[in-house]
Every structure is written in structure tokens, then in C-alpha cells.
């Protein structure tokens, strides 16, 4: 048994799906009490990492965590400290919220008072006391993921895994849901949430884990990713004039490299990013009578910067060797 010191441990795991390794050779660590955001682009291998966490999917190798617990070797102790909210849930035609947060709470094993108070505590923090007898097949996407998020916490889990909790949630919705995985967290819980968006989670999470063609690329703040090794910094300059004019100036001018023409203006880059190197190519601009109205260090995008690091050649997909192959499941 490893250290209870994180709540989740990925050590190498690996998952194929036929000729597709879905995870190669993935480990991380979640810390107990903090928030993790999992980001990845569609069909990077965050669900299938997650399952794995979950006791619902077994490693070709590798193994899985919880609470220092073996995923495959415990997979009833880790279903009682953990909670995961999947990316859909089944809806049941002519069942109402309370019916169905209550048959979850009777297949967990909370009996009489204890079920109904189990029950009234979700509703109440998810916000569906009101909706309490809609039918769930008649709910919202923004009431049917607060649906899924009550039935994942019936059993007040230490552990959180939540898969794309936000995907498809209105902008209301969204700041909802954000509101209470902070109280979940404000509470201790250990939440490991995935996204495809990171500016969803790069306010909430205490650290991100980027995720590329099955293989962890970066794990760390947001701030770590925007400053991170070959960060390129940007300067936008808008100009009273023809944008060609400083187009031009630009290529014929040293250390300056033209990024991009953009509207009334140019984004350009510098060999040199100190200060006084700036300061001297705007005075340089100025000496040449270009009619400078706007001069300034653009702050890099979080989206910018995942993306680089995407085109990286370390994010590269990585072979398949065929021993390695397994059959579908
Ligand atoms: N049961 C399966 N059978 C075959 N291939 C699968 C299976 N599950 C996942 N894959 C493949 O494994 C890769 C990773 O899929 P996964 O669902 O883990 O990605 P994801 O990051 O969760 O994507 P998304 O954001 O679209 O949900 C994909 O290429 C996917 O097609």
C-alpha cells in the first residue's frame, strides 16, 4: 500500500484498444484535499484514465490508487470512498429526483432515516429540493448534471472524480456548478475533474495535468504553463497608419520578427524581452516616423500556451509497439 498522502496515484498506467493506446504509461499524484484539473482534447485518454481510477476499467499495466488502495484489488473499498459523476448519466423514463436519488441511496445501504436525511442533504446542496418530484428524463443539462453530481456525493465520498462536469452547461449553469465543487473542496474533498476547456478549471484547480495522445505533457499551475520554457511574449502595436507600412518596418528591422498582421496594427515579437529592449524598438519606431498610437506586452493566453505546448515535439503521439496491442474490449 502506498502513502495516504495523495489520494490518487496513477503509477505507468496502460490502457489499448486495439491497435489505439488510449494511455500510455501514465503517472500522477492528487494530493489529499486538492483540486486537479485533468485537461486534454477530445480523445486525448482522460475518461479512460478516469475509468481506470474508478474501478471501472482495468490497466493492460500499471495500477491505480485510492486512498494508497489497489483499483483492482480493492475495488469495494475504493467504491466507498469515492465519488464519480460520469460525463452522462441514465435517466429512467416515470422516475422522479427524489426516486431516484433515494434508489441509489438503498443500493448503497443507507436504510430508513438515515437514507431520507442521505437523500434531503444532496437535494439541498444541489440545489433540487424544489425540482423534487420532475421526472429526470424531463430535466435540463444544467438539472441533470446537479442530478448526477447529489448521486455521486449520496455517500459523502472523501474522493471526487468528475468527468467533464461543465460540457454543455450554459454560462449560469457553469458558474452553479463551479460554486459547489469549491464547497466540496472547502469541505476537504479531493477532486480530480477533467475538462477539454482550460480556462473552465484554470481558476478552481490548485494544479492542472495535461494529457496528449494518452501521455501526461505538463503537470502543474496554470501559471507553470504560461511561463513555462520557450514562452513566447508578444507585443501589440497599433499604428495611424497602413498596416504595410509597419509590416514592412518589421522585417527590415533587427531582433524584431513579425508575428501577425492584425487590425490597425501588427503583433510582433523580440529577440530580447528586458524592459529597456522594448523601450528602445518603440523609440526606434517613432525615429523612423512610424505614427505609433499603441505599444504594448501582451499578456500570454492560457489557451495559447496549451496549445504550443501541444505542437511541442515531446507531445508527439507515441508509437504502438505491436507486442503491446491488446483486444478491444
Ligand atoms: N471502449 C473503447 N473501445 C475502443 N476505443 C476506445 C474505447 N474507449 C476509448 N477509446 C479510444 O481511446 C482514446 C481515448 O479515449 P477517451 O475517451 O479516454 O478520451 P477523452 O480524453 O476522454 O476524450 P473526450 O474528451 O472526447 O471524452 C480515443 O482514441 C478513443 O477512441
Redo the contacts with the bound molecule.
Keep these: 500500500m502506498s502513502t495516504t498522502k495523495n489520494a490518487i496515484v496513477a503509477e505507468n498506467l496502460v490502457r489499448s ?2 491497435p ?1 493506446r ?2 500510455n504509461n501514465v503517472s500522477f499524484e492528487v494530493p489529499v484535499g486538492s483540486v486537479v484539473g485533468f485537461i ?12 481506470m481510477l474508478a474501478t471501472l476499467d482495468q490497466p493492460d499495466s500499471g495500477r491505480a490508487l485510492i486512498n494508497g488502495y489497489d483499483a483492482a484489488v480493492y475495488p469495494d473499498r475504493i467504491r466507498d470512498a469515492l465519488g464519480w459523476m460520469p ?1 452522462s448519466y441514465g435517466a429512467y423514463d416515470g422516475v422522479t429526483i427524489v426516486e431516484y436519488l433515494d434508489f441509489y441511496a438503498r443500493a448503497l445501504g443507507f436504510t430508513k432515516a438515515d437514507r431520507v436525511a442521505r437523500v434531503k442533504d444532496v437535494m439541498d446542496f444541489t440545489g433540487l429540493t424544489p425540482l423534487a418530484e420532475r421526472m429526470t428524463n424531463k430535466l435540463s443539462k444544467g438539472q441533470g448534471q446537479r442530478l448526477c453530481l447529489g448521486r455521486a456525493l449520496i455517500h459523502d465520498p472523501a474522493v471526487m472524480i468528475m ?2 462536469p461543465a460540457a454543455g452547461l450554459d454560462p449560469q449553469a457553469r458558474v452553479e456548478l463551479k460554486r459547489l465543487i469549491r464547497l466540496l473542496a472547502d469541505e476537504g474533498k479531493t477532486i480530480f475533474i ?1 475538462s ?1 476547456i482550460l480556462a473552465e478549471l484554470s481558476e478552481m484547480c490548485d494544479s492542472m495535468l495535461f ?1 496528449n495522445n ?1 501521455e501526461i505533457i505538463h503537470h502543474g499551475s496554470a501559471e507553470s504553463l504560461l511561463h513555462g520554457a520557450g514562452a513566447a511574449i508578444t507585443y501589440r502595436v497599433q499604428i495611424a497608419d497602413t498596416v504595410d507600412r509597419i509590416a514592412a518596418w518589421c522585417e527590415t528591422s533587427p531582433g524584431v520578427t513579425l508575428v501577425e498582421e492584425i487590425k490597425g496594427g501588427v503583433r510582433l515579437a523580440l529577440d530580447h524581452n528586458e524592459p529597456s529592449d522594448a523601450a528602445a524598438v518603440l523609440r526606434r519606431m517613432v525615429q523612423d516616423g512610424l505614427p505609433v498610437s499603441e505599444f504594448h506586452r501582451e499578456a500570454r493566453k492560457l489557451e495559447d500556451a496549451f496549445i504550443e505546448m501541444l505542437q511541442s515535439p515531446a507531445a508527439s503521439p507515441p508509437p504502438v509497439p505491436a507486442a503491446a496491442v491488446t483486444a ?2
Design positions: 484498444f486495439g489505439v488510449a494511455v486534454g482534447a477530445n480523445g486525448a485518454g482522460k475518461t479512460t484514465t478516469m475509468r460525463d468527468d467533464e477533467s477539454h494529457i494518452g478491444d474490449a
